[in-house]
């Protein structure tokens, strides 16, 4: 779905601090509710990152095809007035990394991470055989692992994602791909 510009910006109350989730490379996220009263995340892309049109509205086409429980599901997007937004599903539980930090309310049990871990594995196990074509992540952590209000795990954030080579008619996989881990560099939780 394609929001306005105007659409967003009143469903964060003109980008407030106040609805500031988060901040990444991409840029900021914000937590607004959009007209049917449907809470979202929106991601806005700051100045410098912003892809070009072909670029951005190719990884639009990529994100609308993935479909699993385990992934965050892309909502829509706005690409106008030189802004380049994408809307995502709310996570009201936050990341996972929310939850390991020492400063968290209530720490998860055994079994709480078993799950999540469990379901991150089965959303990176989707991208990697399921998804046509095949997507390597690049950028797992637990800031990039969203929890439902089930705090059922979301796999995040596919900016630095790479499509996997695909073979041709005959079998043979094109050129090198390469599937470097990238991003920041953080211990594995």
Excluded: W
Aim: proline share 4%.
């Amino acid at each position: 779905r394609s929001f306005t510009y105007e659409e967003l910006s009143s469903a964060t109350n003109n980008f407030s601090s106040s609805a500031q989730v988060g901040q990444g490379g991409y840029g900021k996220v914000y937590k607004g509710i959009i007209s049917d009263g449907t809470a979202v995340a929106i991601k806005r892309a700051q100045e410098g990152s912003l892809q070009g049109e072909k670029e951005f509205l190719t990884e639009i086409s990529l994100l609308s095809r993935l479909h699993h429980r385990n992934l965050v599901s892309l909502i829509g997007y706005c690409d106008e007035e030189g802004e380049q937004m994408l809307v995502y599903e709310y996570m009201p539980n936050g990341t996972l990394r929310d939850h390991l930090s020492v400063t968290a309310k209530e720490p998860l049990t055994f079994i709480m991470r078993l799950k999540i871990a469990l379901g991150s594995a089965k959303g990176l196990m989707y991208l990697h055989n399921e998804a046509d074509p095949p997507i390597f992540h690049r950028d797992v952590k637990a800031s990039n692992i969203l929890l439902d209000s089930k705090l059922s795990a979301k796999v995040a954030d596919f900016g630095l994602s790479r499509l996997a080579p695909v073979p041709d008619m005959e079998g043979i996989v094109p050129g090198h791909v390469s599937t470097v881990v990238k991003g920041t560099p953080v211990r594995l939780s």
